[in-house]
């Protein structure tokens, strides 16, 4: 399985980006793999953003960007977004996708159940 991210750059605050995430290599349909978003700002660990569950395709949110931004998926693309909006200088990171067949809800925000990552796209918030 291949990830590609695209759509990351330089904004000021209160712009809105789009993200994207185009899979390849796929051994089972698109909407079989819980598939999310997550980001790494220097010096700090990777954190959950957003993420669809497998199947049903429930979505989840990191508090910090609840509300602002949206993940989304076109499954005849393979392709997964997340919408930005209002976005703050505290957004300023490396977004990275990810994808997995057999993770568990409860391990959705657990970046180390994740199998299958893109190479990131930058994110920079600032005036």
């Known amino acids: 399985v291949q990830l590609m991210e695209s759509g990351g750059g330089g904004v000021q605050p209160g712009a809105s980006l789009r993200l994207s995430c185009v899979a390849s290599?796929?051994?089972?349909?698109?909407?079989?793999?819980?598939m999310g978003w997550f980001r790494q700002a220097p010096g700090k660990e990777r954190e959950f953003v957003s993420a669809f569950h497998r199947g049903g395709g429930s979505t989840h949110y990191a508090d910090s960007v609840k509300g602002r931004f949206t993940i989304s998926k076109d499954s005849a693309k393979n392709t997964l977004y997340l919408q930005m909006n209002s976005l703050k200088p505290e957004d300023t990171a490396v977004y990275y996708c990810?994808?997995?067949?057999?993770?568990?809800?409860?391990?959705?925000?657990?970046?180390?159940?994740?199998?299958?990552w893109g190479q990131g796209t930058q994110v920079t918030v600032s005036s």
């Open positions: 290599g796929l051994t089972s349909s698109f909407n079989r793999y819980a």
């Open positions: 990810a994808m997995d067949q057999s993770i568990i809800l409860s391990s959705l925000r657990t970046a180390t159940a994740y199998d299958y």
